[in-house]
Antibody, heavy 122, light 108 residues
Framework: QLQLQESGPGLMKPSETLSLTCTVS??????????WGWIRQPPGKGLEWIGN???????YYNPSLKSRVTISVDTSKNHFSLNLVSVTAADTAIYYC??????????????WGQGTLVTVSS | DIQMTQSPSSVSASVGDRVTITCRAS???????LAWYQQTPGKAPKLLIY???KLESGVPSRFSGSGSGTGFTLAISSLQPEDVATYYC?????????FGGGTKVEMK
């Protein structure tokens, strides 16, 4: 059974760079045509898509975050990563990694990690 | 971006009641690109329905979806205690994908 697990720092200071990794187990990132994505949820609020990547490295980002976001993939480690630069308190959220249901630039999210809370505070 | 508006923001119902949640899109959507998620407290969202009305594997048949154009509905035919959650719609018709603000379903 496919499992996704986020890892990264829980507490950050403003202006720092957020780096999260999603490790995939129970299946290979290179198996089939899917996108692997990041979605975030500020505490008590709704969901915001950040971006997707496929195993060959093709990326698509939310225009609202595109200037600050980089998503990369390491197929040898079966994981993909999120970098978000110049964080502020507005970036405080639970960050989820996910796998899309199909292989569309815009798609649904069929598998999710448990999420990791990132708090930005001075 | 396509805005997704859900109503109501919360609903309280009894076991066995029928519950319906509405999602309105700011633009017409292809029915292939509308989904519903269930998020129980402290957990990640779970895909319930995709392509407006198709149940994801393992989802109980008391859940159903319908709609077209800009109006879509999620229905729970007979509310169960385990259905207490927040429900989100999502459009994948147009980049970037966007989610509704959520509807919290509570038990009376």
């Amino acid at each position: 059974q496919l499992q996704l697990q986020e890892s990264g720092p829980g507490l950050m200071k403003p202006s720092e760079t957020l780096s999260l990794t999603c490790t995939v187990s129970g299946g290979s990132i290179t198996n089939g045509f899917y996108y692997w994505g990041w979605i975030r949820q500020p505490p008590g609020k709704g969901l915001e898509w950040i971006g997707n990547i496929d195993y060959s490295g093709h990326t698509y980002y939310n225009p609202s975050l595109k200037s600050r976001v980089t998503i990369s993939v390491d197929t040898s480690k079966n994981h993909f990563s999120l970098n978000l630069v110049s964080v502020t308190a507005a970036d405080t959220a639970i960050y989820y990694c996910s796998k899309t249901r199909g292989y569309s630039v815009s798609d649904f999210f069929a598998s999710w990690g448990q999420g990791t809370l990132v708090t930005v505070s001075s | 971006d396509i805005q997704m508006t859900q109503s109501p923001s919360s609903v309280s119902a009894s076991v066995g009641d029928r519950v319906t949640i509405t999602c309105r899109a700011s633009q017409v959507l292809d029915t292939s690109w509308l989904a519903w998620y269930q998020q129980t407290p402290g957990k990640a969202p779970k895909l319930l329905i995709y392509a407006t009305s198709k149940l994801e594997s393992g989802v109980p048949s008391r859940f159903s979806g319908s709609g077209s154009g800009t109006g879509f509905t999620l229905a729970i035919s007979s509310l169960q205690p385990e259905d207490v959650a927040t429900y989100y719609c999502q459009q994948a018709n147009t980049h970037p994908v966007t989610f509704g603000g959520g509807t919290k379903v509570e038990m009376k």
